[in-house]
């Protein structure tokens, strides 16, 4: 067992501060929240402690001084009054196309230049370029404090279920450091295409966790939802679309993905991720929408790289933000997360793998008040858990995994307003990415 002692907890963005020693039993899960000084279950002594700057016990490698303590009982680490928060989760990726963007360029910089330009790459791209770029962008999510992440997997007929099976083979590999979750992606290149039913659910069998697509890229959009739903309840799996990415109310589907939410009880299933139309959508009729969200139990998914940088190409004056009406959403009472989307390809030319920087963004670009911030770390932390399904696990509470952040950062609001010099990330209360100094 593992006791982290001495350090500063907090729980979600707006939680207060509280001095707790947390004990981590030994699967990696959180055994209790202790008071300073509170005697630990079972009656075990602590033993004197290991400074956190010297070493934290990590999984990729002992080193000498937990060796020596091999066969102890407790292992403590005095955490020096830093800060602990829950590992953050970022809700809405594509790691089958990260860091192409050197070899598919988007000189347009919009959605269908994008779109595009991946498609004519996908047709030479292999596994082992998806595993590769996939796992360039694992590693930098992981040293930056990410534990969860739901990739998109485009299944198309450049790609057919290439990109799938290598994400598959990556959430097996990944399982000790990011919990990983696969979207059947069915794009707009097998939108249309009959044999597109046909591989999703060769996805689904495979694996794939989440049924997913972009209805409003298809020629008949109820029939597309449909299948998507079909899917969904045959194979069991949640449901999370590319609502829309674009800003033309005469295409706006929200109420087809929520009758069907509602008619078929699948109440906190569905995510609509960008959702950026009801930004163009006059107040009255947005919030009439937001309603029916919020009824369905629909979330949102803001991304604001992907919607700053392709969305309002068009105009010559005064260029929208594209983003979704997060502000609404969530007074609302839907549930909102923020994401990174895509990193540095044809889609969206930027991204560090940072979800600090994300919730950055949301706040500048989604007009957060001043006094969001708290607000904006819980859009990359506890929300995208609770669309991802993973909330039971996650979070700092007796039960959860022991996936945390560990900081020098005076509280939540500061990390989201200017991130962290050093961050030290713990899965199931192994260190598996960064470091303190
Ligand atoms: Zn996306």
């Not at 799996?237 to 295409?251: G, K, S, T, W």
Request: hydrophobic content about 45%; aromatic content about 4%; glycine content about 10%.
């Amino acid at each position: 067992m593992k006791l982290l002692r001495g350090g500063r907890i907090q729980a979600s963005g707006d939680a207060p501060i509280e001095r707790r020693d947390i004990l981590i039993d030994e699967r990696g899960y959180i055994a209790a929240l202790l008071a300073p000084g509170e005697p630990i279950p079972g009656g075990m002594p602590p033993d004197s402690g290991i400074p956190f700057d010297r070493e934290v016990p990590s999984r990729a490698g002992s080193p000498a001084a937990s060796a020596q303590r091999r066969g102890t009982e407790l292992i403590t680490i005095d955490l020096a009054d830093r800060l602990v928060v829950p590992g953050l989760v970022d809700a809405h990726q594509h790691l089958d196309k990260s860091h192409t963007l050197r070899e598919v360029p988007n000189p347009q910089g919009t959605l269908d230049g994008a779109i595009a330009a991946f498609a004519d790459y996908a047709t030479r791209l292999t596994r082992e370029d998806v595993i590769a770029h996939a796992e360039r962008t694992l590693r930098a999510c992981s040293a930056r404090g990410t534990v969860a992440i739901r990739s998109h997997a485009n299944i198309d007929p450049e790609c057919g279920l290439r990109n799938a099976e290598a994400l598959i083979e990556l959430r097996a590999r990944w399982q000790d450091r990011i919990r990983l979750q696969v979207v059947a992606f069915i794009t707009s290149g097998a939108i249309n295409n009959p044999k597109g039913k046909g591989w999703l659910d060769d996805a689904l069998a495979m694996g794939a966790d989440v049924v997913g697509g972009t209805p409003t890229r298809a020629h008949d959009v109820d029939a597309f939802l449909d299948m998507l739903f079909d899917a969904s309840q045959r194979f069991g799996r949640p449901i999370d679309v590319h609502m829309d990415e674009h800003l033309d109310v005469n295409a706006v589907h929200f109420d087809a993905l929520a009758d069907r939410t509602l008619a078929l009880g699948m109440q906190g299933k569905v995510v609509a991720s960008h959702s950026s139309v009801l930004s163009a959508l006059a107040p009255d009729e947005a919030n009439r929408i937001i309603d029916r969200l919020a009824h369905a139990g629909i979330g949102v998914i803001t991304l604001p790289a992907a919607n700053l940088f392709l969305q309002g190409r068009h105009a010559d004056r005064l260029p929208p933000r594209g983003l979704t009406r997060v502000n609404e959403l969530a007074h609302a009472g839907v549930t909102v997360a923020c994401a990174s989307d895509n990193i540095r390809d044809p889609f969206v030319p930027t991204g560090s793998g940072d979800m600090l920087e994300i919730a950055r963004w949301t706040v500048l670009a989604a007009h957060l008040g001043s006094k969001d911030l708290g607000r904006a770390f819980d859009m990359a932390c506890g929300n995208p858990a609770r669309l991802l399904r993973i909330d039971a696990e996650h979070g700092l509470k007796v039960g959860a995994r022991a996936d945390l952040l560990i900081t020098k950062a005076e509280d939540a609001a500061d990390l989201v307003a200017g991130g962290a010099l050093e961050r030290c990330v713990l899965v199931g209360g192994d260190a598996v990415g960064g470091h303190l100094i």
